[in-house]
């Protein structure tokens, strides 16, 4: 439910293809891509979750009559947004803290609205280092087709159980993670998690239960405890996920390396292990801590989690639909006057041409063995061809572009 692929750049490691192989070893039945701010792998995801056999390899690349358990595999899409408090348009005043939040697609609509969405917070005026929105803007674009989860630490959320989140996220024990806690954090939770369902509805909404690096992170801890404990007073389920941005426990290594390129680092392997020794601050610590970031196995997570917390993720997997994302290229449509259509349209442009340019066919015709009928037959077969392929509109389009040029 909570999956990066190589598109969440300089952070996630996994191809699609390789999240869609994992899936057939663990006889996964679906799994949610949910990069930071970006649908770029969505197209890819799709088409790699479908016709996977349960060895592994892809239908084109396993003969069917050595191995015929093939399957398909749910591709839910989804984006994990880059939220920021007050106006996103506003850079004057540097504020680059963001927290964030998953958003997965359910049917078509909701798809089309999480476009629309992402496509607002990678526009100049939002993008501001990252592509981002607030919770009102991305409220704009939710029309109930949506499910959320309420992220894991680092999201709004977490962000209130405590006192300082920072201190809490670094703290090396649970007590210490403790002593951070609000003392006022039920109200406050409770305010933004009934914000959160007040835009996404009651059922569409998660607590986003993340205990798979539990024993590096104390204060993941505290915060699912907290999670738990709102999930029965203000009657919201939970929901067990992953943070998988790489595929195995051993692909942890080239991940950190990708990480020594990310902005907020940009420095060596090296380097980052000399500051672990020194016990100094690190930017993304956790990655570099843990080979916790990989997609788990059932049994990876049976015993951190609650079969509530479990079931859910197949409940939110079955309340997303199948659809498809992927159609031909469509050329936008040429404006004309009701009832003339582009092919008609195309016909009389041609018309006017055969009629401008006849002088010369007439001329080439009495010079050559060619006839009037071979260019009437030419132009209508072309025609038909351009018919055929729906391209009128197309050539109306470039015409149009032609005669204003000249």
Sequence with gaps: MHVHSHNSLLDGLSKPTHISKRCASLDLGGCALTDHGTLSGAVTFVEAMKGRCKCGKLKDDHPTKECDNFQSFKPILGCEFYICDGDPTDKENRVRQNTHLVVLAK?????????????????????????????????????GNWTAFSGHMGSH?????????????????????????????????????????????????????????????????????????????????????????????????????????????????????????????????????????????YDDMKDIHTPEELSNTVKVADECEIYDITHKPMPPRFPLPKGITASEKLRERCREGWVKRWPLIKKVIEKTNHTKQEYVDRLEMELGVLEGAELADYFLIVDDIIRFAR
């Design 107 to 143: 049917n078509l609509r909701g798809w089309e609205d999480l476009v629309a969405a992402t496509s607002q917070a990678n526009h100049p005026d939002y993008f501001y280092y990252v592509p981002r929105l607030n919770l009102e803007t991305l409220s704009k674009f939710c029309s």
């Design 157 to 297: 959320l977490a962000n209130l159980v405590f006192k300082d989140h920072k201190d809490a996220y670094s703290a090396n024990t649970y007590e210490e993670a403790k002593s951070l806690v609000h003392p006022d954090w039920v109200s406050r939770v409770s305010e933004q998690a009934k914000q959160f369902v007040e835009i996404f509805g009651k059922e569409n909404f998660y607590l986003e239960i993340q205990l798979i690096d539990k024993d590096n992170l104390p204060a993941s801890i505290i915060v699912s405890e907290a999670l738990r404990y709102l999930s029965k007073k203000l009657h919201i389920p939970c929901i067990a996920t992953p943070d998988a941005h790489y595929v195995y426990p051993e692909d942890a290594e080239d991940q950190r390396i990708l990480l020594c390129n990310h902005p907020s680092i940009d420095t060596t392997l090296n380097e980052i292990r000399r500051k672990m020794v020194r016990g100094d601050d690190i930017s993304l610590g956790s990655f570099f801590k843990s080979r916790q970031y990989y997609i788990p196995s």
